[in-house]
């Protein structure tokens, strides 16, 4: 194909638009294809169900938001639900990550999938029967959150397990690519769905797939895990807790995502207050909006696996936090809908280039015996943190309205990273 008239021969070409030339077995080839980690069938099979599962959850994320402001028209309860649904990260990451060192992953994996589709279509036939009320989504919430903090960092290490190491940086990052095209697809539907069918349809389609993923998961093989010693929960708590601090860059790392989390990310949360009362575009402007977002962390997902192994991660961590915040508080100051758009995908794209980044990087400097612990508490930095924040907004949103709470936020933050970005040069060495 030609280059079109209009771009000079000389003009840098995206990451996808290269991808699409390239033919598929340089895709796929080990060590340097961009999707290499997709030639290990067992990855391939369990990176296939995810997708198809977070689609749905997306969907599930958008209307439930809806639906809030639907039966309340406040921001201070579209906070406490995020709060509900994300305060089991904080609780029960670190529990779920000495079980990730201890239980086998598929049935851990199976039962927590499970109990999150009985508990999607449960909402579903509340709201059906005209029985929800909002006390009973925060329950609901909290379950799920719950489910998902216990189900996070064995789903985290299971993606090592499937790959060959050369391949974990690729794996972590078609992980994202694929949870990030799903935040394309998933809020966009939802938005189609409400509009044109009903919110309940969202939930319905939530719980239905679950089943692709149930079904994927009982045909995955993952590796036998070496025996180790059993200690206490306590003890095993304790050894993940002295390896983190006398780490001070991994420390360091965790820290960051502390921050996007408590501090950036419960945009989220707020973004139907924003929708509906700030940029005014409906429920299908909303699924828009999340979708930009979406598409964003697409794109920065596909540069993430791109990116060559010699390549420094660690400032790109530095840098992406940094525009993360940056592009979140211009976007509390912004009223157009397409500028809005824009600054929620850079957004979108930052939280890649940081928080997947210090995954990967976690995955590959970490021994495997504490892994899981480990990565237990990048879950919770990155989930748990994002309930705190999201109260603290909501409430104060209540009163200086979300775009002024969202911006004071995301400013502080932004004051923060840039002082870290200047100082961490042990974070800046990484590779």
């Not at 290499?36 to 209307?63: C, D």
């Not at 009985?118 to 009973?136: G, N």
């Not at 397990?161 to 966009?188: C, H, K, M, W, Y």
Request: hydrophobic content about 55%; some cysteine.
């Amino acid at each position: 194909m030609g280059i079109p008239p209009d771009i000079p021969p000389s003009a840098p070409e995206s990451p996808i638009a290269a991808a699409a030339r390239m033919p598929l077995d340089a895709l796929l080839a080990p060590g340097r294809g961009w999707f290499r980690a997709l030639r290990h069938k067992e990855f391939r099979i369990f990176w296939t169900g995810n997708f198809v599962s977070n689609i749905g959850s997306w969907m599930q994320n958008v209307a439930q938001g809806w639906l809030v402001l639907a039966l309340t028209n406040s921001p201070f309860w579209l906070g406490l639900v995020g709060f509900a649904q994300q305060v089991p990260a904080l609780i029960f990451s670190l529990p779920g990550g000495v079980i990730a060192d201890r239980a086998g992953r598929r049935k851990l994996l199976m039962a927590t999938q499970t109990a999150m589709m009985l508990l999607a279509l449960l909402l579903a036939v509340l709201v059906s029967l005209q029985w929800i009320t909002v006390h009973k989504i925060v329950v609901i919430a909290f379950f799920a959150g719950t489910t998902m903090a216990l189900n996070a960092p064995s789903y985290q290490a299971a993606i090592r397990d499937l790959v060959e190491q050369e391949d974990t940086l690729n794996a972590i990052a078609l992980n994202s690519i694929q949870f990030n095209l799903s935040r394309v697809l998933g809020p966009s539907l939802a938005g189609l769905t409400i509009a044109g069918l009903s919110i309940e349809t969202c939930f319905y389609l939530n719980a239905l797939s679950y089943v692709p993923l149930l079904y994927v998961l009982s045909r995955t093989r993952f590796p036998e895990r070496e025996e180790r010693e059993v200690n206490s929960w306590r003890a095993d708590l304790a050894e993940g807790f002295r390896y983190i601090w006398s780490n001070r860059t991994i420390l360091l790392l965790i820290l960051i995502v502390a921050m996007v989390s408590m501090f950036g990310l419960p945009y989220i949360v707020m973004m139907p207050e924003f929708a509906k009362n700030v940029l005014r575009v409906g429920p299908k402007g909303l699924g828009y909006l999340m979708g930009a977002a979406g598409f964003g962390a697409l794109l920065g997902g596909v540069h993430l696996a791109s990116m060559k192994p010699h390549r420094r991660r660690g400032p790109l961590v530095l840098f992406s936090a940094t525009l993360f915040f940056t592009a979140i508080l211009l976007f509390c100051l912004s009223r157009q809908p397409l500028l809005s758009m824009f600054l929620l995908a850079v957004a979108g794209g930052a939280v890649v280039g940081s928080v997947a980044t210090v995954n990967s990087l976690i995955q590959t400097l970490v021994p495997d015996e504490i892994r899981g612990r480990v990565l237990s508490m990048h879950t919770m930095a990155f989930l748990g943190f994002t309930p705190v924040g999201s109260l603290l907004i909501g409430s104060l949103a209540e009163f200086w309205g979300a775009p002024t709470a969202l911006a004071a936020s995301s400013g502080f933050a932004l004051v923060l990273m840039a002082g870290i970005a200047l100082t961490a040069t042990g974070v800046r060495k990484l590779q």
